[in-house]
C-alpha cells in the first residue's frame, strides 16, 4: 500500500509539471494572440484601449459580464492536467493518511506534499470561478518547486515525536495550516498580476485589475466557503491550545509561532488596507506579496531556527 502511495506521488508530481507548463503556454498563446489583433485592428475595434499595450477595456468588460473566459488551444490541457494531478496527489495523500491512521502531515515530507496540493486545489477552486487562468503559473510553479523540493526528502513512515502524538490535533491543527497556506498562494498570484496589470489594465491576456483584486479579497478572506484568514486564525488558536498539552504553555514565542502570529497579522493589515482609499490597489497588492513570503518563512523556519516545532524529520 505505501508504494501505491509512492507511485501515486510520482504521477502527480509528473502531473503537476505537465499541467504548470501547459499554463505557461496558455498565457504565452494568449498574449501574443491578443497583442497581433489589437496591432491589426487598432482602428475598427474599439474594445482596446491602445495598440502599443494591446490592452481591453470595454471589450473585455463585456467579456466578464457575460461570464466568459479568454481561452486558447492549450486551455484545456492546462487545466485537465492540474486537476489530474490534484487527484493523483490527494489519492496518494489518502493512502498515506489510511496507513499512519492520522492527518498525512506529520513531517517535512508529508506537510510539504500537502501544501502543494492545497496550493493546486484552492487555485483549481477559484479558476472555475473567476477568469484567472493566465495566471495560473504563478501558483502552480510555487506548488510544482514545492513538490520537486519533497522529492529531496526522506519519504519514509516514522514515530512521531511525543508532542504530535496528538492524532486528532495534528489533523485538524496542521491541515487548517495547510489550507490558508494553500488558498494564499493563489491571492499572492492575483497581487502580483495587480501589480503588472495596475489600474489601467495595460495587459490584454491577464484578468483585469477588479478581477484580480476581487480574487485576492475573497482569497483571503470568505468566498463560497470560509478559507484563509479566519481558518489561518483558527489554526493559530487551535496551535496555542495544543501547545497547552504538549508544552504546558498556551504561547512562548517559538520560531514558528512567531512567524505565523507576523503572517496573520499581514493578511490582518491587508484586509483593513483594501478598505482604504490611501492603501487600496498597489499597497495592497503588495500586502499580499509580503504576506505570503511570510507564509514561505512561517513553512520553512523551523529549519532554520531552533524552537518545539521541530518536528521536520530531518537530521
Same mark, same amino acid.
Given at each position: 500500500?505505501? @508504494? ?7 504521477? +502527480? ?54 461570464g ?7 486551455? =484545456? ?75 529531496t ?5 516514522e =514515530?512521531?515525536?511525543p508532542?504530535?502524538?496528538n ?25 502580483? +498580476? ?13 484578468? @483585469?485589475?477588479r ?47 512567531? @512567524? ?20 487600496? +490597489? ?24 531552533? +524552537? ?6 530531518l537530521?
Amino acid at each position: 500500500m505505501a @508504494s501505491g502511495s509512492l507511485i501515486l506521488y510520482t504521477v +502527480g508530481g509528473l502531473l503537476l509539471g505537465l499541467g504548470f507548463a501547459a499554463h505557461i503556454v496558455h498565457a504565452v498563446l494568449l498574449a501574443n494572440g491578443r497583442r497581433s489583433l489589437a496591432l491589426a485592428l487598432p482602428r475598427v475595434e474599439p474594445a482596446y484601449a491602445t495598440a502599443v499595450t494591446g490592452s481591453f477595456v470595454e471589450g473585455r468588460a463585456r467579456v466578464e459580464r457575460l461570464g466568459e473566459r479568454p481561452t486558447s488551444s492549450a486551455a =484545456p490541457f492546462a487545466w485537465g492536467l492540474t486537476f489530474a494531478a490534484w487527484l493523483a496527489i490527494g489519492l496518494s495523500m489518502l493512502i498515506r493518511a489510511f496507513i499512519v491512521g492520522r492527518g498525512p502531515w506529520g513531517n517535512m515530507f508529508e506537510f510539504t506534499v500537502a501544501f502543494a496540493f492545497t496550493i493546486t486545489g484552492g487555485y483549481l477552486f477559484l479558476e472555475r470561478r473567476y477568469p484567472i487562468r493566465t495566471i495560473g503559473f504563478l501558483p502552480l510553479g510555487v506548488a510544482a518547486m514545492l513538490f520537486a523540493y519533497s522529492a529531496t526528502l526522506p519519504k519514509e513512515i516514522e =514515530p512521531l515525536v511525543p508532542a504530535l502524538q496528538n492524532a486528532p490535533l495534528l489533523t485538524i491543527h496542521v491541515g487548517m495550516a495547510t489550507i490558508a497556506y494553500g488558498i494564499f498562494a493563489t491571492s499572492f498570484a492575483a497581487g502580483v +498580476g495587480y501589480l503588472l496589470q495596475g489600474v489601467g489594465d495595460r495587459f490584454a491576456w491577464l484578468p @483585469s485589475h477588479r478581477v484580480l483584486d476581487e480574487v485576492a479579497y475573497r482569497s483571503v478572506i470568505i468566498g463560497f466557503l470560509i478559507i484563509g484568514f479566519p481558518i489561518f486564525a483558527t489554526m493559530i488558536i487551535l496551535g496555542s491550545w495544543w501547545a497547552s498539552i504538549a508544552w504546558s504553555r498556551y504561547w512562548g514565542w517559538d520560531p514558528k509561532e512567531t @512567524s505565523a502570529l507576523v503572517t496573520w497579522l499581514t493578511y490582518a493589515v491587508y484586509l483593513h488596507a483594501r478598505n482604504r482609499r490611501s492603501w487600496a +490597489g498597489r499597497p495592497a497588492a503588495l500586502l499580499l506579496v509580503v504576506g505570503f513570503g511570510m507564509v514561505l518563512v512561517t513553512y520553512s523556519g523551523s529549519l532554520w531556527f531552533n +524552537g518545539l516545532h521541530a518536528y521536520s524529520g530531518l537530521n
